[in-house]
């Protein structure tokens, strides 16, 4: 077994670590700035308010982080060894999760439910540190990540990775799973390394396999109405209320203890669902058009511009609603609007054309 596969049997204690590399730096107000900095040992703190602290300016605090980091990195190079070690762990995690990873992500693979905020800064240090890894700093736009160097040399080439999906995805136009994202992008090796790329941005969001834009209601559903039209495009097919309220609580939404009558209340709101029977709703975007049984009717005999056999008039009438052929027929002979011209045979009223 050869050295580094020694180093990799055994996880680092990431805390010791981090202490360890505190303890190199030889001056105490440079100790705190890196501390405050990346939160190491309470929550992380912004140039001005370690400046306000140390009484030194946001410039002064700005010029003496990046020095302790170019020191502390050029020790790491050399091979200290417990960078060394957590080096390797935080490699062979990433490996395992696609190369690449949201901060968060990775101190939860390896810390489980003892994973918290120090934790997460505490891998972020290490990740800052180490020579075979890239950091990518959050913002606006990309969540706190690392990635392995070997694949991404520096912040640029991963930023642009992961703007590539981002552009593939808006070009699409609705959500796409990971293969078929790996179909799009054939320089990945794997669909894994996509899916890893893509946790990076705050511009998208996955939902069962399927990734789109944080927008999009289809993978990030905001309210009930929004996990209404997820459970039926899922579905792909007309669904009672009742039914999507089990969906709903069934599934992996957050906040998903809704009742089944505020769920019903939904639906006949947004235009978005057409009931189409009994208490049965469906997408308009499917073709389905809101308006009563003898509604339409009406359509159908309009669409014909004629004459139409009762039995064709059922047929067509039951492709946008689920009704019996009785209410059908019922609402044939019994509307003004509906004039019999021969046996079983009807047209609009000339009033109603």
Known sequence: MNEESKIQD?????AKTVDAVLATIDREREREIISRRFGLNDRKETLEQIGELLGITRE?????EKAILIRLKISAEDGQENIAKAEMYLVRNLHEMGRAARVADLSSKMFGDKSDERQRSRVGFIGALAPRLTVLDENDSYFHGVAIKEHFADEKSLKKAVDEIVKVIKENGEAI???????????YEHPDHIRAIASLSKQLAEL???WGLVKWPSVNPKNIRDKIYVILQETKKPMHFSEISKSIKDSEFKRKNVTTQ????????DKRFVLIGRGIYALAEWGYSKGTVSDIIADVLKKENGPLHRDEIVKRVLKHRQVRETTILLNLQSKSEFKRVAKATYELAPDAK
Request: net charge positive; glycine share 4%.
């Open 262 to 269: 505020a769920i019903h209340n939904e639906l006949i709101k």
């Open 60 to 64: 002064r605090v700005r010029q003496l």
């Open 208 to 210: 069962r396999g399927m």
């Open 10 to 14: 055994t996880a680092p204690d990431i």
């Open 177 to 187: 799973s990971v293969d078929d994202l790996n179909a799009k992008l054939p320089s």
